[in-house]
């Protein structure tokens, strides 16, 4: 069992990107700006918008987090994405989800100019990505595709099983994944909170993604020997006595399930920092006009 080191990867990228930054400065080019909106006191997000920032300091890019309280109307929040898409200098920017209940989500990301929507969640972009145009892919899916090119793991017809059907995670590495070429050519399976005996399907799986959101879900019995498990779920559990008061889980149960793959993301450390550099991936082809031109 190899483990599939997110972090390490991560910091390869970062720093790649951060040539390309000095590349691009002493040029005299544009430096990438990306601005994140965070919206209430979600801890998780705090934490996953304080990593962006974070990352967007080390690869060099000039980066903002405009902070709103979950007071913040529907119409203030469109008003401000108005500003966003016709300010020059932002080159992509992201509102960080989840919203509160009283915002709708999908009108936010119809909001966003396809140009700057470097989280890839408009439909102009899913549309795209989804017939092989160029698009900026959202940050999860795309991590994991990156994890899967780097450690060189075989794709080319194997069945890859999918648990969930979200918009931000399932439903686009399922159509990656289905796609031509490397990392691609699978066989996909897309299973869902409807699906009847999860584990006929699992046990199938040459390669298992879940992103259900539901802590320690896979269990090794549901697991073919030699599997490639991909692990998205991150959540917090109570852990009194820990400094933080919580700790992680993913959605698959580690210590038995590791013993029995070929290669396994450990939560942390696994997909989410690919997350942050996806983000920061998209950035720099908003900044270089890549996509869109
Ligand atoms: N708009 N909303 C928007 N874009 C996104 O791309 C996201 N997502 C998801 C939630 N909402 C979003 C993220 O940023 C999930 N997500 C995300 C980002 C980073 C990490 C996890 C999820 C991450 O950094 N994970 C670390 C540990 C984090 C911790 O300590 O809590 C890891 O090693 O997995």
């Not at 007071?71 to 080159?91: C, S, W």
């Not at 009283?102 to 439909?123: C, L, R, S, T």
């Not at 298992?208 to 599997?227: N, R, S, Y």
């Not at 993301?265 to 997350?275: I, M, R």
């Amino acid at each position: 069992m190899e483990l599939l080191d997110g972090k390490r990867i991560a910091d390869e990228i970062k720093a790649e990107i951060a040539a390309e930054v000095e590349a691009i400065k002493s040029k005299g080019g544009k430096i990438p700006h990306l601005v994140a909106i965070l919206i209430g006191h979600n801890g998780a997000s705090e934490t996953y918008v304080g990593h962006k920032e974070k990352a967007c300091a080390q690869v060099g890019f000039k980066s903002q987090v405009l902070r709103f309280e979950d007071t913040i109307t529907e119409a203030q929040l469109l008003n401000e994405i108005k500003k966003l898409n016709d300010d020059p200098d932002v080159d992509g920017f992201i509102v960080q989800m989840p919203l509160p209940k009283h915002i709708d989500e999908q009108k936010v990301i119809e909001a966003i100019d396809p140009k700057k929507d470097v989280d890839g969640f408009h439909p102009v972009n899913v549309g795209r990505m989804n017939i092989g145009l160029p698009a900026y892919v959202s940050a999860t899916p795309d991590g994991i595709v990156e994890l899967l090119r780097r450690y060189k793991i075989p794709t080319e017809g194997k069945h890859c099983v999918v648990l969930g059907r979200s918009n931000i995670v399932g439903r686009p590495i399922a159509n990656l994944l289905s796609q031509k070429g490397y990392p691609g050519d699978c066989t996909v399976t897309i299973c869902h909170s409807r699906t009847p005996n999860i584990k006929d399907h699992t046990l199938q799986a040459d390669i298992l993604i879940v992103a259900l959101g539901k802590a320690e879900f896979v269990t090794a019995d549901m697991v073919k020997p030699g599997a490639v498990v991909i692990d998205v779920g991150i959540t917090r559990v109570d852990a009194p006595g820990t400094k933080s008061g919580w700790r992680l889980l993913g959605d698959v149960k580690f210590d038995e399930v590791a013993p029995k793959c070929s290669y396994i993301t450990p939560v942390p450390g696994g997909v989410g920092p690919l997350t942050i550099v996806s983000l920061l991936k998209n950035t720099l082809k908003a900044a270089k006009k890549e996509v869109y031109g």
